[in-house]
């Protein structure tokens, strides 16, 4: 399948930045970026403000302590590299310098969910990579491959100006040459839920990030906590395969109306996406259920299908309370847990969940 556009410009040859740029004082500018409109509000009521170091930030990108939004300075050596070949050559440079590498992987049509990884990562290595491929192969047959959004221009623009360092955008062809045959799995965690509906999904996720993992060299490499099966998979994979990266996960950023952003949101008519609001609504009613003493799975996901069923457009996938790293259903929150729902609204997927934690027992 095609991506948007083709490889119109030969990548420039691609040599590691030998300048020792000010990156202390990069860094510490990179945890509060800009932001566009989006509450911290709704994320810190979910409980799930927790960045991977050990600072709280809000959702919104902000630094708490400043309260500040402090611009972020445009990497001065950004490079957008399209060949396999190019980054590959550029990964062992790096490293051959001792560079901790930084790997944010994404499809692309970038939101402030997205960028919060970035600035993160702007926070933690001293050269972030970020990928933009939209992988056909996690695409069911009739799933929107084709219709997913794409604005490579755009993706440039937002992740040269979040101070990464390289855009890693390769075509379809690149990455899956004819006679591609090689595929990795993870069984256990990708069995139930999404993967139970998309059943190539994963397995075209943790191809795609084992490829991009062998092509950048990542030290680390950060995902969202919103797709959160597809990060326990990749730490399963990680684990299992002995790949040598720090997995960072990243809390769900969202809209002001508390909607966990996404790429997919473009498609919901208005009707729809005020339907949709229902999803976390229901998230933050079952935890303020369990915060009050309510630890029976049953009970906590009657409350967000009782309010999903109100919506017109709304088809239910799944609702469920698992083990946050195992997956595994559970029927009574012992002390983590997750509550992860499954939406179709119209012909558009939704995904979200929320943090479950028993603060004291009965
Ligand atoms: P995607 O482009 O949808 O494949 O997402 C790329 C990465 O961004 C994945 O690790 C996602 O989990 C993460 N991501 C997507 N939406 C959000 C969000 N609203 N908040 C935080 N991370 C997100």
Same mark, same amino acid.
């Given at each position: 399948?095609?991506t948007?556009?083709?490889?119109k410009?030969?990548?420039?040859?691609?040599?590691?930045?030998s300048?020792?740029?000010?990156?202390k004082?990069r860094?510490?500018?990179?945890?509060?970026g800009?932001t566009?409109?989006?509450?911290?509000?709704?994320g810190k009521a979910a409980?799930?403000?927790?960045?991977?170091?050990?600072t709280?930030?809000?959702?919104t990108?902000?630094?708490?302590k400043?309260?500040k939004?402090?611009?972020?300075?445009?990497?001065s050596h950004?490079k957008?590299?399209?060949?396999?070949a190019?980054?590959?050559? &550029? !990964?062992r440079?790096? /490293?051959?310098? #001792?560079r901790?590498? $930084?790997?944010?992987?994404t499809?692309g049509?970038?939101? +402030?969910?997205?960028l919060?990884?970035?600035r993160e990562a702007r926070?933690?290595?001293s050269?972030?990579?970020?990928?933009?491929?939209?992988?056909p192969?996690?695409?069911?047959?009739n799933?929107?491959l084709?219709r997913y959004?794409?604005d &490579? !221009?755009g993706?440039? /623009?937002?992740? #040269?100006?979040?101070? $990464?360092d390289y855009?890693f955008?390769?075509?379809?062809? +690149?990455?899956?040459?004819e006679n591609?045959q090689?595929?990795v799995?993870?069984?256990g965690?990708t069995?139930?839920?999404?993967?139970?509906?998309r059943?190539?999904?994963?397995?075209?996720?943790?191809?795609?990030?084992?490829?991009?993992?062998?092509i950048?060299?990542?030290?680390?490499a950060?995902?969202?906590?919103?797709?959160?099966?597809q990060?326990?998979?990749?730490r399963?994979?990680?684990?299992?395969l002995?790949q040598d990266i720090?997995v960072i996960?990243?809390?769900?950023i969202?809209?002001?109306?508390?909607l966990?952003?996404?790429?997919?949101?473009?498609?919901?008519s208005?009707?729809?996406?005020?339907?949709a609001t229902?999803?976390?609504r229901?998230?933050?009613?079952a935890?303020?259920?369990?915060?009050?003493?309510?630890y029976?799975?049953?009970e906590?996901?009657?409350v967000?299908?009782?309010l999903?069923?109100?919506?017109?457009?709304?088809?239910?996938?799944y609702?469920a309370?698992?083990?946050?790293n195992?997956?595994?259903?559970?029927?009574?929150?012992?002390?983590?847990a997750?509550?992860?729902?499954?939406v179709?609204?119209?012909?558009?997927?939704?995904?979200?969940n929320?943090r479950?934690?028993?603060?004291?027992?009965?």
């Amino acid at each position: 399948m095609a991506t948007t556009r083709k490889g119109k410009k030969k990548s420039k040859k691609t040599t590691v930045n030998s300048k020792k740029t000010s990156r202390k004082t990069r860094n510490v500018k990179k945890s509060s970026g800009k932001t566009k409109k989006v509450t911290g509000k709704t994320g810190k009521a979910a409980g799930n403000t927790k960045v991977a170091g050990k600072t709280k930030k809000s959702t919104t990108g902000v630094s708490k302590k400043s309260g500040k939004k402090k611009p972020v300075k445009p990497s001065s050596h950004f490079k957008l590299i399209r060949k396999v070949a190019d980054m590959k050559k &550029l !990964a062992r440079e790096l /490293r051959s310098r #001792r560079r901790k590498i $930084a790997l944010v992987p994404t499809m692309g049509f970038l939101h +402030e969910g997205h960028l919060s990884l970035i600035r993160e990562a702007r926070r933690r290595a001293s050269v972030v990579v970020v990928s933009v491929f939209v992988n056909p192969k996690q695409f069911g047959v009739n799933e929107d491959l084709d219709r997913y959004p794409r604005d &490579l !221009a755009g993706d440039r /623009r937002k992740i #040269r100006s979040e101070g $990464a360092d390289y855009m890693f955008a390769p075509d379809v062809a +690149e990455m899956y040459p004819e006679n591609f045959q090689t595929f990795v799995e993870v069984t256990g965690v990708t069995r139930d839920f999404c993967g139970a509906s998309r059943p190539s999904h994963f397995r075209g996720v943790t191809t795609v990030v084992t490829k991009l993992f062998q092509i950048v060299q990542p030290d680390m490499a950060f995902f969202g906590e919103k797709d959160f099966q597809q990060l326990v998979t990749i730490r399963q994979m990680v684990r299992d395969l002995n790949q040598d990266i720090n997995v960072i996960g990243m809390p769900t950023i969202r809209e002001e109306d508390g909607l966990a952003m996404s790429s997919r949101n473009t498609y919901l008519s208005t009707s729809q996406r005020h339907q949709a609001t229902a999803i976390y609504r229901g998230l933050r009613k079952a935890k303020r259920l369990c915060d009050s003493g309510e630890y029976d799975a049953a009970e906590l996901s009657a409350v967000v299908l009782d309010l999903l069923r109100e919506q017109r457009d709304m088809e239910i996938e799944y609702v469920a309370v698992s083990d946050p790293n195992t997956l595994e259903r559970i029927h009574e929150v012992e002390k983590q847990a997750v509550l992860m729902v499954a939406v179709r609204v119209g012909d558009t997927r939704l995904i979200d969940n929320i943090r479950l934690t028993v603060r004291r027992r009965r």
